[in-house]
């Protein structure tokens, strides 16, 4: 029977290997698992109706004789899974009409430039971006339109990236020309004629 009586030493060293690899075996698990590092994020969708109107507000007109105080924009966004789709529909605008429209950096105010640039997915380091590698509606968010008899429109842009909460647009900037595509002048479309605040 001596063979079942083991010294304490040894008794106390078993213990503690027995708790070290029982300490590691959770934590290993954990990071074995897909779930913890594959999940895709959460979605990001936006609904904003607005009316505009001059000085303030979530929509603002900077030149009511292209959109009128009054006109009304409904502006949808859904993003995840790779994609965001952004749709604007108006109406109360000039008839039969061309115009631009783009996601942009910051909220509108009371200034045109308040909302700062185009948001860009991939930055151009120069600014104003008007590279076509950069200012391109894959690489923003283009929305231009044309009205129709009755001064109403609706376009969308879908693109193969999501808005995060460390990078998403805050507005959308309607324009007085449609957007060029040429070097130099890539994605510039005029004077910014009305904007859009958008919790994106």
Wanted: hydrophobic share 35%; glycine share 8%.
């Amino acid at each position: 029977m001596p063979n079942l009586r083991l010294p304490a030493a040894t008794l106390l060293t078993l213990f503690a290997l027995s708790a070290c690899s029982g300490g590691q075996a959770a934590p290993a698990n954990d990071g074995a698992s897909p779930s913890a590092t594959s999940a895709p994020g959460p979605s990001r969708d936006a609904e904003v109706e607005a009316t505009f109107a001059e000085g303030q507000g979530t929509a603002i007109t900077y030149l009511p004789e292209l959109v009128p105080a009054g006109a009304t924009a409904t502006i949808t966004s859904e993003s995840g899974g790779g994609t965001s789709t952004v749709t604007l529909e108006l109406t109360g605008l000039v008839p039969n009409r061309h115009y631009g429209a783009h996601a942009h950096t910051k909220a509108c105010g009371a200034a045109a430039a308040d909302s700062g640039p185009h948001f860009q997915h991939e930055k151009d380091p120069v600014t104003p971006s008007v590279d076509p590698a950069y200012a391109n509606p894959q690489n923003e968010i283009w929305l231009d339109f044309e009205t129709d008899a009755e001064g109403k429109a609706t376009t969308t842009s879908t693109v193969n990236w999501d808005f995060t909460d460390e990078s998403h647009p805050q507005s959308v900037v309607v324009h007085s020309n449609h957007t060029s595509t040429e070097p130099g002048k890539a994605g510039t479309a005029g004077d910014r004629a009305a904007c859009v605040n958008v919790n994106f």
